[in-house]
């Protein structure tokens, strides 16, 4: 659908659509010193998941070295990862998180 302006200058519609900004996932890699019920607490609280959630994601990172806490675009990617990791050694963990893109 057209639309008019004051001087009858008819604008077509743009065709042109936006561009979704590449996704990154953001992980949780394995190590054998941070305690699982941290890894848990983690991602119930910087990645608003579940209980069970949680649990099935730091059950994964366990056995398969690493598991994905989430999609998100590059700059909240990295915002995420920075507050994990700050967080981590606060509390003197080890846990290493990571993004990559999708």
């Known amino acids: 659908m057209a639309t ?3 001087d009858d200058t008819i604008v077509a519609p743009s065709k042109i659509k936006p561009v979704q900004p590449p996704m990154y996932k953001v992980m949780l890699l394995n190590d054998d010193y941070t305690p699982m019920d941290f890894v ?3 991602l119930q609280h910087f990645f608003n998941k579940s209980h069970e959630q949680a649990t099935q ?7 398969e070295g690493r598991g994905v806490c989430g999609l998100y675009p590059a700059d909240i990617a990295a915002t995420k990862v920075a507050q994990v ?6 509390h003197q963990h080890p846990l290493q998180c990571v993004m990559e893109e999708n």
């Open 4 to 6: 008019r302006h004051r």
């Open 40 to 42: 848990v607490h983690v």
């Open 85 to 90: 990791t700050g967080f981590a050694r606060q």
């Open 57 to 63: 994601i730091m059950l994964k990172v366990h056995t």
